[in-house]
């Protein structure tokens, strides 16, 4: 089981499956394929699994499991990291928006949204769609989430 320690700091870390979210103070380290915290390493090494960054909606999540004192992951305990809001992020802010009013459903694009005149899947479609495929792919994990904000409100729907 991971702390609470732990979790926020995933938390953190999903936000850089965007490559261009430079707002952030913190970038995380690598240390050889692991995401690491030099400035904490109490929390432990991580390898990634999979990570998705929606381009039409804006949805970012990793999913990590922690690596053991031999240098292996340990796929029985997986967390799913999911991104809250970035507010630099058009797309983000519209599907915000959408996924205020409309839930989990399909939605028309506004005009003001990056991709006009389309249907997308709103974010909580793609994080469930995501969670679904770490489910398929590791059956036999225990799988947690994490996420601030609008990534916690996406935990709460993919397993609550």
Excluded at 53 to 75: I, L, R, Y
Excluded at 91 to 120: N, W
Aim: net charge negative; charged share 25%.
């Amino acid at each position: 089981m991971l702390s609470d320690a732990q979790n926020r700091w995933l938390a953190e870390q999903s936000y850089w499956v965007d490559e261009r979210k430079d707002n952030k103070p913190y970038i995380p380290e690598k240390e050889e394929q692991y995401y690491y915290n030099s400035n904490n390493p109490k929390l432990g090494k991580f390898e990634v699994l999979k990570t998705e960054n929606n381009e039409k909606n804006g949805m970012q999540a990793m999913a990590v499991a922690p690596v053991d004192k031999n240098g292996k992951a340990d796929t029985t305990e997986i967390v799913i990291a999911y991104a809250g809001t970035n507010f630099a992020d058009a797309k983000d802010r519209a599907t915000d928006l959408q996924t205020v009013i409309l839930g989990d459903k399909m939605f028309e694009q506004s005009p003001a949204h990056p991709y006009t005149g389309s249907k997308i899947d709103g974010q909580v479609m793609t994080a469930q769609k995501f969670a679904n495929e770490i489910k398929a792919k590791y059956p036999d994990a225990k799988i947690s989430t994490t996420g601030h904000s609008l990534g916690e409100f996406f935990s709460f729907n993919c397993f609550g």
